[in-house]
């Protein structure tokens, strides 16, 4: 049986997805933290909008990868 090679943006985005929900969750979390910095939002949205950012990154770094060429 031949096995299949991951593709390069699968790849991007599984390590886009482990950073942004390792460090940069903590980021998040200590801006959270700081009622000054979401002021501007209510209470009920902010979750949201701090969990739009690794979502963001890791579409991003998805779709800006490479498709891993087939032969």
């Keep these: 049986m031949q ?6 943006k699968v790849k991007a985005a599984s390590a886009a997805a482990f950073l ?4 940069l969750l903590a980021i998040l ?11 501007a939002m209510p209470d009920s949205v902010s979750p949201f909008v ?3 950012v690794p979502t963001a990154i890791t579409f991003v770094s998805g779709w800006a ?5 087939r032969i």
């Design 3 to 8: 096995s299949k090679q991951i593709e390069t």
């Design 20 to 23: 942004g929900s390792t460090g």
């Design 29 to 39: 979390a200590a801006v959270q933290d700081n009622a000054r910095l979401l002021s």
């Design 50 to 52: 701090l969990a739009l």
């Design 65 to 69: 990868a490479k498709h891993t060429p």
